[in-house]
């Protein structure tokens, strides 16, 4: 059988959000740099504040090049996806390889980022088979193409008809950098050669982007101390 993705695409506005106090990928969130802006009384007194300016917004453009998720053994490299012509998302062509849909925002900006990829093939499982056993918090790794990586953990799992598929919440806009997995999911529609239904794997950003192959933890020790 065949895992076949049907997603319709809904145009939408990326907007910046608000100021806030705290990072979004932390668990507690820590105070970034700061920009100047200014802020009038009702007195009419014009005052200059400091508005945190969160480090996503200050990475370069850069297209994702690899997806891995530890959790259930995935590890692919990614090729671009566009739009069909009937408005439909593309679909990767090699069964083994997750897409990036190009015309949404990469992964680490503003927005959700949307990674796709089939669920079985005639021969067998495909990229995302394992997909649907994903919890919340388990951790998703997305590689850049100047070899950043940013990190994301699972917020949550959902699968929606096809044709009910709620395009405001996959592909509308965020408040922060986010990202979403989508894989065919439900029953198979025969007569179709499709699944009847999308399952969704909503994620945010877990910290800041750091180069790849960086652990984030205690510098390794020198060779002579080992």
Known sequence: MVGLLALLMSASTTTAPPASLREAGGAGGRTV?????????????????????RSWRRLPPSPPVRVEIPGIGVSS?????????????QVPTD??????????????QLGPAVIAGHVDSRTGPAIFYRLRELRPGDLIRVTRADRREVR?????????????????????????????????????????????????????I?????????????????EAER
């Not at 069964?95 to 680490?108: L, N």
């Not at 877990?206 to 020198?222: E, L």
Request: with cysteine; net charge positive.
């Open 152 to 204: 994301f953990v699972v917020e949550s799992l959902a699968s929606y008809p096809k044709q009910a598929l709620p395009t405001e919440l996959v592909y509308g806009s965020t408040t922060s950098p986010s990202l979403r997995l989508i894989t065919c999911a439900g029953s198979f529609d025969r007569a179709r050669r499709s699944y009847r239904d999308n399952l969704v794997v909503s994620a945010v």
């Open 33 to 53: 740099p700061a920009a100047s802006a200014t802020r009038t009384s009702p007195s009419g007194s014009t005052t200059v504040i400091d508005v945190p300016i």
């Open 206 to 222: 877990a910290g800041d982007p750091r180069p790849r192959g960086s652990a984030g933890g205690p510098p390794a020790r020198p």
């Open 95 to 108: 069964f083994q390889v997750a897409g990036w849909f190009a015309e949404g925002p990469q992964p680490g």
């Open 77 to 89: 490299a990614l090729v671009r996806l566009g739009r069909n012509r009937d408005g439909t998302m």
